[in-house]
């Protein structure tokens, strides 16, 4: 069974602060994506990584940035954080395209306030 | 643009009836097709996935869904609700030349009568 990790499940943070979110894979998946969950828009992928130290822009990556120094560890970075970054985080990992069929698997979801 | 659209943002059902979740997707190929289930305060959970051949697919939890070309709609059913099926429900469509390029529907909720 594939098992993906997050650091943290409830997270409050203070406006300007530097915020980490961790996830974790141990399923030797290539590929690690980072989506956050606001109601009525359903997912949207911030950064995706697909190999280490490889990483591609999502469709809302400002405000966030990621790291990838190891293969089964993907973190999201918030430089500053701001009260519109209050939202649900959803890490998630995948087989890469050549041996795989698109399914990611999610991690249970980091639930991040800004104050 | 690749689209994913789920119509309905919250059923309602009683408890034993059937069900039925709409998905309607906009991609140049098509694509490869899933249904995620999102329980409170949890990530989501595959129900089923969709690449090719049979047009009727069968998931976990007594969950089906149909493929349909014609309509670009991959629906969701389920026979006989139970209560513990009230979740939030994402469809997604996956590019089948790029797997990072995965669209997600805005959900739909599902609350279970008694």
């Known amino acids: 069974d594939v098992k993906v990790t997050q650091s943290s499940r409830y997270l409050v943070k203070r406006t300007g602060e530097k915020v980490f979110l961790e996830c974790v894979q141990d399923?030797?998946?290539?590929?690690m994506f980072w989506y956050r969950q606001d109601p009525g828009l359903g997912l949207r992928l911030i950064y995706f990584s697909y190999d280490v130290k490889m990483k591609e822009k999502g469709d809302i990556p400002e405000g966030y940035s990621v790291s990838r120094e190891k293969k089964e560890r993907f973190s999201l970075i918030l430089e500053s954080a701001s009260t519109n970054q209050t939202s649900m985080y959803l890490c998630a990992s995948s087989l890469p395209q050549r041996e795989g069929d698109n399914e990611q698997f999610f991690g249970p979801g980091t639930r991040l306030t800004v104050l | 643009a690749q689209s994913v659209t789920q119509p309905d943002i919250h059923i309602t059902v009683s408890e034993g009836a059937s069900l039925e979740l709409r998905c309607n997707y906009s991609y140049g190929a098509t694509p490869y097709l899933f249904w995620y289930v999102q329980s409170p305060g949890q990530g989501l959970q595959l129900l089923l996935k969709y690449f090719s051949g049979d047009t009727l697919v069968q998931g976990i939890k007594g969950f089906e869904a149909e493929f349909k070309r014609s309509q670009s709609s991959f629906n969701l059913r389920k026979p006989s609700v139970h209560w513990s099926d009230a979740a939030e429900y994402f469809c997604a469509a996956g590019h089948p030349d790029n797997n990072n390029d995965m669209r997600f529907g805005a959900g739909t909720r599902l609350t279970v009568k008694p």
């Open positions: 399923m030797d998946h290539e590929n």
